[in-house]
C-alpha cells in the first residue's frame, strides 16, 4: 500500500507556530472582540458592492494551515508503530468529530448550531492531536517503565 508522502519534521514545529497563535486569537476574537474592529481587517467585494470582514478568513486559514502542517509531519521515528498509530488517531478524529455533529444536530438550532459547525471544522485535527500524542506518550512511558 502506497503512503501519502508526509513532511519534513521541522514542520511540525512551524506548524504548532502557526496554529496556536491562530487558535487563541480566533478564539478571542470569535468570544470576546465580535464588535471591536482593531483585529478586523476589510476587504471590499465587488460582486456584493459592500465591505467584508475578512479577519474570520484569515484565522481559519492559519488554523487549517498550521493544523495540517503539524498532523501531517513526520515524527523524528518513522516507524510501523507510528504508521498504524497515525492511522487510527485520524480514524477516531472521524469518528467522534461525527458522534459530535450527530448530538449536534439532534440538540441545538439556530444560531448555536452553526457555532458548532465552526467549530468542527477544526475538531478532526484537535482530536487527531489529543490522541495522537497521548498514545504516543502513554507507549513511550511504559516502554521506560519495562
Known sequence: MKRI?????????????ILIPSVILGI??????KDLNWLTFIRYVPYKGSYVDIANTLLILLIIA???????????????????LRLS?????????YIILFVAS??????????IIAWNM???LFIFFIR????????KK???ND
Open 66 to 84: 498550521g493544523g495540517l502542517m503539524a498532523a501531517f509531519a513526520k515524527e523524528k521515528i518513522e516507524d510501523e508503530f507510528i504508521v498504524k
Open 106 to 115: 439532534t440538540f441545538l438550532y439556530g444560531w448555536d448550531f452553526l457555532g
Open 89 to 97: 488517531s485520524f480514524q477516531w478524529a472521524i469518528l467522534v468529530n
Open 122 to 124: 477544526f475538531t478532526p
Open 142 to 144: 511504559k516502554a521506560i
Open 132 to 139: 495522537f500524542n497521548y498514545v504516543l506518550y502513554c507507549t
Open 28 to 33: 478571542v476574537k470569535w468570544y470576546l472582540l
Open 5 to 17: 508522502p508526509l513532511l519534513p519534521n521541522y514542520c511540525k514545529k512551524i506548524g504548532f507556530l
